[in-house]
């Protein structure tokens, strides 16, 4: 379990490259600072891209979790 | 832009990056500031021309489009022959086939991936970032096309040397 509570748990398994990126950024928009999102992926695409993104929004990556068959990329909105 | 709405993205905030109707043309577009709460570094715009109209190619250009704007790149995408008349008005979501690369052992894998319509992706990408979509000027005369003939995901008409412009000291990607 990750040790930060989770506000909203977005299940994009299955969603094609860059779906489950695009859906992270929808949720850090419209969320509050401080508040972390789980992002479920089974796109490969979102092992680069999640973090890359991140960075570059300057959000804050907490935790990147292998799942059976998916990846938990847990984010907290940090501005 | 639609027809009646000049000036506003999806979200109905004002986009500076519309080109005014009717009027003179701005040659380097300013950043939107309601996207900086995405990604606020200054970037070096992207420039796609997009040439094919098949599905494949408009995927692969859409989600560039989508990829750049997300990372806080302007991006500016120009439509010129084959590319334009997949934006008509009512015929985007159209079958506009495979580019001729396609075997006919790829063209179902490609048909069956699960992603999202590449109108969809350009929708994203507009909604998330600063991505202006212009039309060809020489390509809308040889189709006899005007604006209220495209999708209203395209901004405006231009020639090349606004393009080339906008496009400034980014890349050009010619797909």
Known sequence: ?79 | MPDGTPGTGLDGRLRPSAPLRGGPQPLLRLCDPAKTQVVDEQEKPISLVLFSGTDDKLNAAAVLTVGAAAMGRPVNVFLQYYALDAFRSGHVTADHALSSEATAAQAPVVRAHPGQHWSELFKQAKDVGEVNIQACALSMEMFHLKQADLDPMVDGTEGVAAFMASASDGQVVFI
């Open chain 1, 1 to 79: 379990m990750s040790a930060v509570q989770v506000e909203k748990t977005i299940d994009a398994r299955g969603m094609a490259c860059p779906g489950p990126l695009m859906n992270l950024i929808g949720a850090i928009r419209q969320g509050q600072v401080g508040q972390a999102f789980d992002v479920l992926s089974s796109d490969a695409g979102s092992k680069t891209d999640i973090p890359a993104w991140v960075a570059k929004a300057k959000q804050e990556l907490v935790e990147v979790r292998e799942d059976e068959g998916f990846t938990h990329f847990v984010v907290r909105k940090a501005r």
